[in-house]
């Protein structure tokens, strides 16, 4: 099992910045992608960035958001910059096991593990 803590998320006005990060606890060495997903108010959940042996951000965010990992402290970081009141949603942090090839994994139904969420919210 893999437990993942995120932290970060808040209030911030359009045009700002926010960084979450997601602490992996447990079986880690399981881990083969970490992800970000978000879900507005009444939105289905959708990619955002994810880091396999790449690392790919969706296009709606492609630019302004940034995710890096740090594998020693098994952590994942979504760099927020430019933030637009769209942007505002609940993030997730997911990680995957290996799913038999390489790459970043956008979709949800690729990740076994997940997040609480945190909560990000951009005034205008």
């Known amino acids: 099992q893999v437990q993942l803590v995120e932290s970060g998320g808040g209030l911030v006005q359009a045009g700002g910045s926010l960084r979450l990060s997601c602490a992996a606890s447990?079986?880690?060495?399981?881990?083969?992608?970490m992800g970000w997903f978000r879900q507005a108010p009444g939105k289905a959940r959708e990619f955002v960035a994810a880091?396999?042996?790449?690392?790919n951000t969706a296009d709606s965010v492609k630019g302004r958001f940034t995710i890096s990992r740090d594998n020693a402290r098994n952590t994942v970081y979504l760099q927020m910059n430019s933030l637009k009141p769209e942007d505002t949603a609940v993030y997730y942090c997911?990680?995957?096991?290996?799913?038999?090839?390489?790459?970043?994994?956008?979709?949800?139904?690729?990740?076994?593990?997940w997040g609480q969420g945190a909560q990000v919210t951009v005034s205008s």
């Open positions: 997911a990680a995957a096991p290996f799913r038999g090839y390489s790459g970043t994994y956008s979709r949800a139904a690729d990740y076994s593990y």
């Open positions: 447990g079986h880690t060495l399981s881990i083969y992608a």
């Open positions: 880091s396999g042996s790449s690392t």
